[in-house]
Every structure is written in C-alpha cells, then in structure tokens.
C-alpha cells in the first residue's frame, strides 16, 4: 500500500469535455482518486457534463462567453496559460507534485517549480512538429509554426524531473529529445463509461436502416486527417458515413458531396451517452491519422464497444481488433473496409478480439499503479530532497 500523496493534474484545456485529451486526462485523475491519493485538477474555467466527485477541479478563469473547445492556439490562451500559472504556483506548496499534460501546463507548472521546488511530471500527447503547423493555412504561418514546434518539442519535454510517454512510439521520441526518467504508460479506460451503449437505440435514432456503417467520434482537427475516411467510404455505395463530433463537421459534410444523403450522417453531440450509442450503432470505426507519436484514445473506445477499426499504420497501436493500411491513402483504407463489410465472420472475431483486450489489458485502475511507482520513484529520488527542503511525501512504499 503506498503513502498518499497529493497530485496536482495540470492541463491547458477546458474540462470536462468528451474529447480525447480530457478524458485521457480525467480517466487518470479518477483512477488516481480511487485509489485514495488527493487529486486536484487544474484546467481552463469552462466544460461541458459531470465532473468525478473524487477530483478537486480547480479551474482558472476565463473571459465572459469565451467557450473555445477546439484543440491549437487562439489569442486567449495565453492570458489563460498565466493564470494557470499563477494557480499552481498556489496549489504547489501543500502539494506533493505536478503531473502537467501537453505544452502549456508543463510550461506553467515550471514556474511554480521555480517558486516552490515542487517536481514536474510530464506528459506527452502528441509532438507540436507533427501538429501544430497544421492549424495554419496561410504557408508563411505554416513555415513559423513548423519552426515553433520544432523549437518547444526540444525545450519543453526535457526540463521536467520525470516524462510519461503515452505510447511505445513515443518513449524513443521523447529519448531522443534529452528527456530524463521516461516511463512509457499508455491510457486507460474506465470500463464503467462503455457499459450501457444501445446499438438498436442509436440505429433507429440516426434511421440507420441495414447498411454497413463506418463510424469516426472525435474532433475534426487537420491532423486527423479525415479527408481519408471520407473519400474512401465515398468509394463504395454499400457503406454508410457516421461522424460525430462535439464541433462542427461542416467541412467534411462539403467533402462528402459524391456521397449521397442516404449514406451519411454528420452528427453533433456534446453528450457521452449519445455518443456511446452512435458508435455502438455502427459497425466498423475509422481511424485515418497518418502521425501520431501519442495515442488515440478513440481506439480504446471503439474496441471496447465492439468495433473493429481500420487505422492507418500512423494510429496503431500494439491492440487486437484492428487491421492496419498505409497512410495517406483512401483505395487501401477502401479496401479494409470493403474486406470488413463483406465478411461478418472476420468483423464479429475481430469485434470480440478488440473487447476482451480493452477489458483485459486497458483499464484505468491497471495503469494508475504504474503511475504511483513513478510518483515513488521521483520524490524519494535524491535530486527531489536536495532540491525540495520539505517535502511531504515521506515514505516508501509499504507492503
């Protein structure tokens, strides 16, 4: 049994939110909390749904009818990153440490260890190199934002005392940008938050009829590359076209032309619940982004609710029930499909193979064991007592 501790989870970001960083995030904080450990949750003064009664959700405050809950930067954030600053900066004196996700909250959390002495765990989602120019448009703001990326990929990730890397593909990525003590943990679900999907409810919700649906949830960002999915799905006129995201969809809705109206539905829902449903009422899920150094937590949800995925070998992930095609390429992601469709047999194994993983293998419960040996690790190091004069974890662990 391990002391407990008090864990501040910091994240730049508006919470709670079904999108995947959130619930990465709140999946963790949960888990942590049920454990008995203190956790207080950091982020952006707005959110949509129920907060976990275990978390402490502290959140900074925001501009009056300010409510972005797109992923990338906009002129607000940076006024919002100095007050999450100036809240750790608060929190971190009676804290044991701060676990910061992404760039923004790492950077801010830095400036409390400045001030307090307080160690920073920190988090990898994703690289800015492969993200952030993709924001842009315009080629001049593209080239900065390429320069800009590469810039804090290299500063950010490698000051903090210990480096979570949320996927095997990113612990060499973190390795090679000089960061110290990197454990790979990859995300879990809670089991809970899958149980009680209605296949039939959501079907005759959408009037989905007795077509082979492909379904993508999730937010509708560049990087995600869903002009992919669409142009493939476009490809064959027995498949159907299901996204569901809590922004707006509008920009594949004018991709998807060729795709008549009886094969496609762009849906918008901020809800769990309705979600969980329109997922279970498809029957093979999308996952189309050709980089990603993190890991799509829609893959954990997809297999745990039963759905075969076709991902690009950019997405995978070492997981059962899915089948991998090359990036960047919509006749082989067609093709997968295609092959999942005319085969019940396959789908229905692969279903099955992708939900028993997830439950065997995935769980929050499982992964916040292998967080709290690193929290060990970290504070009885003895760069953390030479540097902290009081520190408040005290002990070891405790059989």
């Known amino acids: 049994m391990m002391e407990r501790m008090h864990i501040v989870q ?25 454990r008995g450990h203190r956790v207080t949750l950091v982020c952006y003064g707005y959110g949509d749904g129920e907060v976990e009664p275990n978390i402490d ?20 954030k940076p006024l919002l990153d100095v007050r999450l600053a100036s809240m750790l900066c608060r929190l971190a004196p009676e804290a044991d440490l701060i676990h910061a996700h992404n760039y923004e909250a790492p950077i801010a959390a830095y400036v ?9 765990v920190y988090n990898n989602h994703n690289t800015l190199s492969e993200e952030l120019h993709r924001y842009f448009e315009n080629p001049a703001l593209r080239g900065a934002a390429k320069v800009a990326g590469w810039a804090l990929d290299h500063t950010v990730p490698r000051r903090a005392d210990a480096c979570v890397a949320i996927s095997q593909r990113a612990k060499p990525i973190l390795d090679g940008l000089g960061c110290q003590n990197v454990r790979t943990i990859p995300p879990g679900v809670d089991w809970s938050d899958l149980v009680g999907a209605n296949r039939a409810r959501g079907r005759a919700s959408l009037e989905l009829g007795e077509r082979v649906w492909v379904v993508y949830a ?9 002009d ?3 142009d493939a799905v476009a490809m064959d006129e027995r498949l159907g076209l299901l ?57 954990l949800n997809n297999l745990g609710l039963g759905l075969p995925t076709v991902c690009a070998e950019g997405s995978a992930q070492p997981v059962e029930g ?33 939900q028993d993983f997830v439950r065997s293998h995935c769980t929050w419960d499982a992964r916040a064991g292998e967080l709290e040996r690193l929290y060990a690790d970290l504070l009885c190091s003895p760069s953390h007592r030479s540097r902290r004069s009081l520190p408040r974890f005290r002990s070891q662990l405790r059989a």
């Open 10 to 34: 910091a994240a730049a970001f508006p919470f709670p939110s079904r999108q995947g960083s959130q619930v990465y995030v709140g999946g963790m904080a949960s888990a942590l909390a049920r």
């Open 57 to 76: 959700l502290r959140c900074v405050p925001v501009p009056k009818n300010y409510r972005n809950f797109r992923a990338g930067p906009d002129w607000v």
């Open 112 to 120: 409390a260890r400045r001030m307090t002495g307080i160690p920073v």
């Open 218 to 226: 999730g937010n509708p960002d560049a990087y995600q590359d869903l």
């Open 228 to 230: 992919v999915l669409v």
């Open 243 to 299: 996204m569901v995201s809590a922004a707006s969809l509008k920009e594949f809705e004018e991709r998807a032309h060729r795709i008549p109206p009886s094969r496609k539905r762009f849906v918008r829902s901020n809800s769990w619940i309705e979600t969980r449903d329109y997922l279970a009422a498809g029957d093979i899920a999308g996952l189309p982004r050709a980089v990603c150094s993190g890991f799509p937590i829609k893959l």
């Open 322 to 354: 899915t089948l991998i095609v090359p990036n960047h390429d919509p006749q082989a992601f067609h093709a997968a499909l295609r092959r999942l469709a005319d085969d019940v047999e396959l789908r229905t194994h692969l279903a099955k193979k992708g």
